[in-house]
């Protein structure tokens, strides 16, 4: 996968409407799984509203529906 880590974070680039998921949706890794006979390698996300409440979990097995988010500190 893209050198997405546990604890990293990922914006969606697909609508996931089985999950309530839109476009744009930011979330949390909170597993990385390798592929194996049973399941294709991927994430498992939470995706948690401002509350601090979790709204959504979601495997993610296709690399393509993510962008993983990188902050730049902005010169001063």
């Known amino acids: 996968m893209q050198g997405i880590k546990e604890n990293d974070l ?3 680039l697909v609508d ?18 390798e ?7 991927g994430y498992v996300v939470e995706f948690v509203a401002e509350t601090g409440e979790v709204y959504a979990h979601a495997d993610i097995t296709d690399e393509s529906q993510v ?3 990188r902050f730049r500190r902005e010169a001063a």
């Open 10 to 12: 990922i914006a969606l």
């Open 35 to 41: 592929q194996n006979e049973h399941h294709p390698g």
């Open 16 to 33: 996931l409407p089985d999950k309530g998921l839109r476009r744009g949706a930011v979330g949390t890794v909170v597993e990385v799984f």
């Open 67 to 69: 962008v993983q988010l």
